[in-house]
């Protein structure tokens, strides 16, 4: 009924017993909730600063250095990391063996787990290149494009001698991730070093914030939903015992999501210095991405059908169901953004934030959720300690996120009128500090919606670590055992 | 079945992958390729210089605190905008922008057209908490910025490697960056005694005043020349 059943490591079928390797993906979950926690944190204390500047301190903690911590630690450290735990889990069983190879797999978990260390001390010591989800200085881009290879070569070498004939709908997001994302990192990130952590971009001006704004849309599109996809169309149907709704419908959303993705990143610079042409193709593709992103959310909802009781009582299946809900509605108003008249009032507010975090929160986060709970009790062969507290937390989660988006839509839509009103005479009626002192209230009230999400995040900490505690990472004998996943399944 | 067409691409990972490159690489040739020969966005317009070596300090603390998180340098065609801040942004006012700073958020106002808009003590006194100067403001404080040295050791550098990639300087700029750099330092310092600022030797060759020659800079090839000293006392400033 629930993520509470002990697995063997062990799979493979047709009579042979293949061994996987666990030992990378109990390292990348628990580093994914060690930088959750500090990401979230870091995340509470920005909220906190906007309301109460008081709470910056010195050089090191303001909030231009704090944001780019936050968005670094919750973005790589947690969601990539969640991404690498489930996708070694699943590569490996949807392949029938174990990874190409250990060595590059502790390769990935210490060489990432480094990347992040080391992101977060030089951002907060000042070292950027402000460039938005690309901050890192150029020898830790490098250290970033090496350990992607790796992973890259440990992830087509295990598809090369898989021992399952097709390869399943969650592979190709993850397959899709690691190309698309080679591509942006080395592209964006090109500069000239001046010395060993600064650097000038290879691109100025109006090419870089082209390149930049291809590069930051599509880290959304295949950081935080191409991968979280491939761990919905893993866990989900594993989840609920169901087999994926339509094999069609995956793959028709698959190739026109990743094609349609990159068109869509000059909607970040509508009525900018761009050329008109390249924001109208950002505009007009964003809003064809409506189609293959509820094509993604309806095969997952679609999924639950006739399990819907199951619902009821799964706390990771809520989890799931609502991160899909929230991926739809995101990806909904996205599109809605994009439109130039829509984006002439949200551009520049805090409706961007608003957004922005219905995705992470409602959708990456509580998918990336439910993917630990569904691998926690697994990889320490147990079962999980409390549902009740993953049924708390996925509460806590729920009234946080509604607590943080609903204030910003209405500080977002509150400054963005502010900024254009006009008097009678056609003066401005505002001047910029009252529209900052317009919307405090809403930023205290956002601070407070992180805080309760902080505080399911505390509450899933406690059981992880009561459910290791009861568990054993040591794998119990192996048995020829049937994997034939439901996922993997037509 | 109607999808049988693609089980033989469910079944080979290197075409898989071949077609998945080949979908995501198409827009982006499309999109960034074209840019790079369209000469209107290229040519800097009249008026729009590098940076002195002391505004190219400036910008790079600008850079290294962030400030694009809160400050946008990205003017819009409306008029809302123009009224509020100055003539609208062009692309041949940042072609020596390395990395662009056009922002995404304004928790506070756009900087495109700062320049000259306040005397550089309003800076200063700003930096060194921005409620001395608006109370409901919720910037965060840059005292340090006030008391730290500004490091010119790598200035001839930087503008070496920005040659590289194409802007304009000359030789002796390059060769005598530190000089150039220390005799506007002196000058942004002399305003703002003038001004009646009270600084220290340490205050005068601090990291603030690379930044307030930086923001004074910015914007002026369209806009006024900069006000560098209002001629008043401070508290006339709040």
């Not at chain 1, 397959?175 to 990130?189: K, P, Y």
Request: glycine share 8%.
């Amino acid at each position: 009924m629930s993520a509470v059943s002990a697995d063997s490591d062990a799979g493979g079928g047709a009579g042979a017993v293949v061994q996987y390797d666990m030992g990378v993906v109990r390292g990348f979950a628990l580093s994914s909730l060690l930088w959750g926690l500090v990401g979230m944190l870091v995340g509470l204390l920005a909220a906190l600063q906007l309301a109460w500047p008081e709470l910056n301190w010195g050089p090191y903690l303001h909030f231009g250095r704090i944001r780019p911590v936050h968005t670094n630690a919750v973005i790589f450290g947690f969601t990539l990391g969640v991404v690498f735990a489930g996708s070694y889990y699943g590569i490996q069983r949807l392949c029938r063996v174990r990874m190409f190879s250990d060595t590059l797999s502790r390769i990935n978990l210490w060489g990432w787990n480094a990347i992040i260390v080391a992101a977060a001390v030089s951002l907060l010591l000042g070292r950027t290149t402000s460039k938005e989800y690309a901050e890192l200085e150029w020898p830790i881009d490098i250290a970033i494009a090496v350990v992607w290879v790796v992973y890259a070569v440990n992830v087509f070498g295990t598809l090369a001698r898989r021992r399952e004939k097709s390869m399943y709908a969650a592979i190709w997001f993850w397959v899709a991730t690691v190309i698309t994302i080679a591509m942006l990192h080395i592209v964006n990130s090109m500069a000239l070093p001046v010395s060993w952590m600064k650097s000038y971009s290879a691109y100025a001006g109006v090419f870089d914030a082209n390149i930049q704004w291809w590069y930051g849309h599509n880290a959304v599109g295949f950081l935080l939903t191409t991968p979280i996809l491939g761990l919905m169309y893993y866990f989900l149907p594993k989840q609920a015992e169901r087999p994926i709704f339509s094999h069609r419908l995956s793959i028709l959303h698959f190739w026109s999501l990743i094609f349609i993705y990159i068109w869509a990143g000059p909607h970040h610079l509508i009525y900018s210095p761009l050329p008109d042409w390249a924001q109208t193709f950002g505009t007009a593709f964003s809003v064809a991405l409506i189609f293959p992103s509820w094509g993604g959310m309806l095969n997952g909802l679609l999924t639950l059908r006739g399990a819907w009781h199951k619902v009821r009582t799964d706390p990771l299946l809520k989890m799931f169901a609502l991160g899909l809900t929230f991926y739809g509605m995101s990806t909904f108003e996205g599109p809605m953004m994009a439109l130039k008249t829509v984006n002439s009032l949200s551009h520049f507010t805090n409706w961007t934030i608003g957004h922005v975090h219905s995705g992470a929160l409602g959708w990456v986060a509580l998918t990336c959720f439910a993917t630990l709970y569904y691998l926690i009790p697994r990889l320490w062969h147990t079962k999980l300690y409390s549902l009740a507290l993953a049924e708390a937390h996925f509460w806590l989660a729920t009234l946080g996120i509604v607590l943080y988006v609903t204030p910003m839509w209405i500080s977002g839509v509150t400054q963005g009128l502010m900024w254009r009103a006009v008097n009678e005479d056609g003066s401005l009626t505002y001047t910029f500090i009252e529209t900052v002192a317009a919307i405090r209230v809403y930023d205290m009230i956002r601070a407070a919606g992180g805080a309760v999400f902080v505080a399911g995040m505390l509450v899933m900490l406690w059981n992880v670590f009561m459910t290791i505690r009861q568990g054993t990472a040591a794998a119990p004998e192996p048995s020829p055992a049937l994997t034939p996943a439901v996922a993997g399944g037509r | 079945m109607a999808y049988e067409w693609h089980r033989p691409l469910e079944r080979k990972w290197l075409s898989f992958t071949l077609f998945t490159t080949l979908a995501v690489i198409v827009g982006g040739l499309v999109l960034l390729v074209p840019p790079f020969f369209l000469q209107g966005t290229i040519e800097p317009i009249d008026g729009v210089r590098p940076y002195s070596a002391l505004e190219q300090e400036g910008r790079d603390i600008y850079v290294r605190e962030s400030c694009y998180v809160c400050h946008s340098q990205q003017v819009r065609p409306f008029k809302s905008e123009t009224d509020r801040y100055g003539p609208f942004s062009t692309a041949g006012e940042s072609v020596y922008d390395r990395p662009f700073q056009f922002g995404s958020r304004r928790t506070g106002p756009d900087l495109a057209r700062v320049g000259g808009k306040y005397p550089d003590s309003w800076h200063w006194l700003h930096f060194e908490d921005p409620r001395n100067i608006e109370p409901r403001s919720n910037m965060p404080g840059f005292a340090f910025l006030t008391t730290s040295d500004l490091d010119l050791s790598q200035t001839s550098r930087k503008l070496e490697v920005l040659r590289t990639l194409g802007a304009p300087y000359g030789d002796a700029e390059i060769a005598n960056a530190r000089e150039d750099a220390e005799s506007q330092m002196q000058a942004v310092a002399e305003s703002l005694r003038r001004d009646g600022i009270a600084l220290t030797e340490q205050n005068a060759r601090s990291e603030a005043i690379a930044l307030i020659a930086y923001l004074q800079g910015l914007g002026r090839a369209i806009q006024r020349e900069p006000m560098r000293s209002a001629g008043l006392a401070p508290s006339e400033l709040r």
